[in-house]
Nanobody, 128 residues
Framework: QVQLVESGGGLVQAGGSLRLSCAAAGLTFSSYSLGWFRQAPGKEREFVGAISWSGSNIYYGDSVKGRFTISRDNGKNTLYLQMNSLKAEDTAVYYC?????????????????????WGQGTQVTVSS
């Protein structure tokens, strides 16, 4: 079955950086677009960003544009999220996810309902 395992979370000071990884198994990695979402306590799940299966389409949520970068290594079946200039409001559990269909549009990839497969999440805490 499909497994997505996030790592790289932790505690960092405001202004610092972290890189999250998402290792995938049980799917043809290079055929899937992938997304990052986050959820803070008491808040709804928020779209962070997504990358199409080819890597040619990359999208970001408004709150992270210019600070976060998504990339993928199809040879390692791994998705990455480089987070720079972190703010206290970035504190959340971060999830990687794979969608059901091979869509590549923003409207499709920004919706959590498009995703069938989710990792267990990794906690990111930014101290101010």
């Amino acid at each position: 079955q499909v497994q997505l395992v996030e790592s790289g979370g932790g505690l960092v000071q405001a202004g610092g950086s972290l890189r999250l990884s998402c290792a995938a198994a049980g799917l043809t990695f290079s055929s899937y677009s992938l997304g990052w979402f986050r959820q803070a306590p008491g808040k709804e799940r928020e779209f962070v960003g997504a990358i199409s299966w080819s890597g040619s389409n990359i999208y970001y949520g408004d709150s992270v544009k210019g600070r976060f970068t998504i990339s993928r290594d199809n040879g390692k079946n791994t998705l990455y999220l480089q987070m720079n200039s972190l703010k206290a409001e970035d504190t959340a559990v971060y999830y990687c996810a794979a969608p059901r269909f091979r869509g590549t549009t923003y409207s499709y990839l920004a919706r959590s309902a498009s995703y069938d497969y989710w990792g267990q999440g990794t906690q990111v805490t930014v101290s101010s």
